[in-house]
């Protein structure tokens, strides 16, 4: 039996190292959503102007202050990281153990959360903790037999071999 639920997903601790940890909780359809849609207008600033990539620069990390963002790999990459902090400005609920150099507690906030997720252990942690429901479905498929060469289960090609090469062209 199918029962919608009207409510988020619970959230989890994440263990980050060092006795800190964040709570986070799974995504829903709608945050996902809306994240994309915010990060569809920021990359548009990027690509508009060098003043707005060099204000993204701070947000995205060091590593962004010199990029191309006329380059899609470099609009790629920005658009990735801004996904993750956008979405962990939506899931992440608390965390602890969190501070400055001196010790003082910082504020779970978007700047906060984007300096955390610098740290690609860090960001992966809370990435794998927002896309929950996606790791459990890909691990649900696994469960089954997979064929290598996409064939059935006896492993039979679905496809003849292709024949050898007969013209005296080198292949590349």
Do not use: Y
Not at 51 to 65: D, I, K, N, W
Not at 114 to 135: F, G, Q, W
């Amino acid at each position: 039996m199918l029962v919608p639920r009207f409510r988020n997903p619970p959230a989890v601790d994440v263990p980050l190292g060092q006795g800190a940890s964040i709570r986070v909780r799974a995504a829903t359809t709608m945050e996902v959503e809306r994240a994309t849609g915010e990060v569809g207008l920021l990359v548009q600033g990027l690509v508009a102007g060098a003043e707005s990539a060099m204000t993204a620069s701070v947000v995205l990390g060091e590593e962004f202050r010199s990029a191309d963002f006329t380059d899609m790999a470099w609009l790629t990459a920005a658009a990735k990281r801004l996904a993750l902090l956008k979405l962990a400005t939506k899931c992440c609920e608390s965390w602890s153990g969190i501070g400055d150099e001196n010790g003082a507690e910082l504020a779970l906030n978007e700047q906060n959360l984007a300096l955390l997720l610098r740290d690609p252990k860090i960001a992966r942690l809370i990435s794998n903790a927002i896309e929950a429901p996606v790791h459990a479905e890909i691990a649900e498929k696994n469960g089954f037999t997979a064929s290598l060469n996409g064939g059935a289960a006896a492993e039979e090609p679905i496809a003849p071999n292709a024949d050898a090469q007969t013209s005296p062209v080198p292949a590349a």
